[in-house]
């Protein structure tokens, strides 16, 4: 991409922008600030699991999958069975 020469000569005249000191402290401070908000700030602990969750759901998977294998068992042993 190039630019014409009158492109150059009017980009040329634009004056150069500095920030505010001022602001800028301003503006840093409010940003320390919420970040050091954002690092207090502590999300609340997970509730204990409860019984149930821990003991008897997977108590319950398991019976599922021996009431499985026994019955893939038992289908083995009646098609051994037929030949």
Known sequence: MT??????RT??????????ATRAAQL????????ARARTRTEPAPPEA??????????AVGCLC??????????LLRLTRAF
């Not at 840093?28 to 970040?35: G, I, K, Q, V, Y």
């Open 3 to 8: 630019f014409s020469d009158e492109s150059v």
């Open 11 to 20: 980009l040329r005249q634009l004056q150069l922008l500095t920030p505010d």
């Open 28 to 35: 840093r401070a409010r940003c320390h600030a919420r970040l």
């Open 50 to 59: 409860s019984f149930t969750r821990r003991v008897l759901a997977p108590a």
């Open 66 to 75: 021996a009431l499985y294998l026994a019955s893939l068992l038992g289908n």
